[in-house]
């Protein structure tokens, strides 16, 4: 292989523009359109892979939040049960007690669980079942039997309870 003098090519490039022909070689790196356009395809696809994974994330994570909000309620009661029975008979208490710390229904005297449109609990004492809306209008539920929560729909949902613009609306006041 020969060795390339930069000199020798400069001075051919100077000769070939001499003879009025534009030079084939470029002197310095040139990007050229093709170059961009290449460049410009492969961002677009990456970016649309991005887009594409945050748009299928965003609800999943969202229907995992409401999830997890049934998990905090299943501890709440929970608490609620342990601190209820004192006397040997627990009960389970509905949204309202667990949100506030006053005592009466609220065995624990404390708040212990933050209050949300978006969960429902019926309780009769003796049992419970809680429900959670996501925002992408899935419904999940738990009860007092089960580990984890469970999906549902509305028609599991006591009489006179519906979901309106993805919180819960109690008619049966």
């Given at each position: 292989m020969k060795n390339f003098n930069s000199t020798k090519i400069a001075a051919r490039v100077s000769d070939i523009r001499s003879k009025g022909f534009r030079a084939t070689v470029a002197e310095h790196?040139?990007?050229?359109?093709a170059s961009i356009m290449v460049g410009v395809i492969i961002v677009g696809?990456?970016?649309?892979?991005?887009?594409?994974?945050?748009?299928?994330?965003?609800?999943?994570?969202?229907?995992?939040?409401?999830e997890q909000a049934l998990g905090a309620v299943s501890t709440a009661e929970s608490v609620q049960y342990s601190f209820s029975s004192g006397d040997g008979a627990g009960v389970?208490?509905?949204?309202?007690?667990?949100?506030s710390g006053v005592a009466g229904d609220n065995a624990a005297d404390e708040v212990l669980l933050q209050d949300s449109a978006q969960i429902f609990i019926e309780s009769d004492g003796m049992?419970?079942?809680?429900?959670?809306v996501s925002p992408t209008g899935k419904l999940f539920s738990i009860d007092n039997t089960?580990?984890?929560?469970?999906?549902?729909?509305?028609?599991?949902?006591?009489a006179g309870v519906t979901i309106?613009?993805?919180?819960?609306?109690d008619a049966r006041v």
């Open positions: 790196g040139v990007i050229d359109l696809i990456l970016s649309a892979g991005i887009v594409a994974t945050v748009f299928a994330l965003i609800p999943f994570t969202q229907d995992k939040a409401a389970y208490v509905e949204l309202d007690a667990l949100t049992t419970y079942t809680a429900y959670s089960g580990s984890k929560p469970v999906p549902a729909v509305e028609a599991d949902l006591p309106v613009d993805g919180a819960f609306d």
